[in-house]
């Protein structure tokens, strides 16, 4: 195969796997509304007022406002009309990507979403219930017992998977996964600050103890742990 057909043939398999695996969760998913792309609030003032906090209000979240903290976590951005590629709202050594996100909420703590745990599709925007019930509880358990983070509305898990990424780069890898995954606490952050939300994060957890309480996928790792509220 010439090497021109080569490229194209492979643009339009990922394309068709791309549409196949969307086609897959088509019937269980919830799509979100579409993200904004521009805002009320500069970047600026956004890095000058962002704090972690531990104390949230009883008011519920908006789906709106999940979908776009959720795309600022590992959201896609526009597709490539020519290659037929896509990239996300944080970079990614090698495109690889190897970050999941997830999200759990309570009985009417999110507006529009049952209580749950949830896997987040970027190409889709949108999301998937992986387990029915309130999980926040039990993670906050399994991170070392501290319960306020059962007191946010909404709870986002930030994960990866390492074998994506050490696949190709060894144990150089490593790195460049806790390096997407800072990225993505910090466009969290910051993307909360823009919305007048309250935010916190949490690295302290063991890892199983998490995985388990909130089954989280075989070979992901859970990496931060964000709640948010009001």
Not at 114 to 120: L, M, S, V
Request: aromatic share 8%; proline share 5%; with cysteine.
């Amino acid at each position: 195969m010439k090497p021109v057909k080569y490229v194209v043939f492979c643009a339009v398999t990922l394309i068709l796997l791309m549409s196949f695996k969307e086609a897959v969760f088509s019937a269980n998913d919830i799509k979100l509304p579409k993200p904004a792309f521009t805002g009320k609030m500069s970047v600026e003032s956004a890095m000058l007022k962002k704090k972690s906090v531990r104390h949230f209000s009883k008011d519920p979240l908006t789906l709106e406002q999940v979908s776009q903290l959720l795309w600022a976590a590992n959201g896609a951005l526009p597709v490539d009309a020519i290659s037929g590629a896509t990239v996300k709202t944080l970079p990614s050594a090698g495109g690889i990507y190897p970050l999941e996100i997830f999200l759990l909420t309570g009985s009417d703590t999110v507006k529009g979403l049952p209580a749950g745990i949830f896997q987040y599709y970027a190409i889709s925007n949108s999301l998937v219930q992986i387990s029915q019930g309130d999980g926040r509880l039990a993670l906050a358990q399994a991170a070392l017992s501290q319960l306020w983070i059962a007191s946010a509305p909404a709870v986002v898990v930030i994960a990866a998977s390492f074998n994506k990424m050490t696949a190709k780069y060894g144990n150089q890898g490593i790195k460049y996964v806790f390096m997407e995954s800072g990225s993505s606490n910090q466009n969290l952050f910051l993307q909360a600050e823009a919305l007048g939300l309250r935010i916190g994060t949490v690295g302290a957890f063991e890892e199983g103890s998490v995985s388990s309480a909130i089954k989280i996928p075989a070979g992901v790792t859970p990496l931060f742990i964000v709640p948010v509220g009001k």
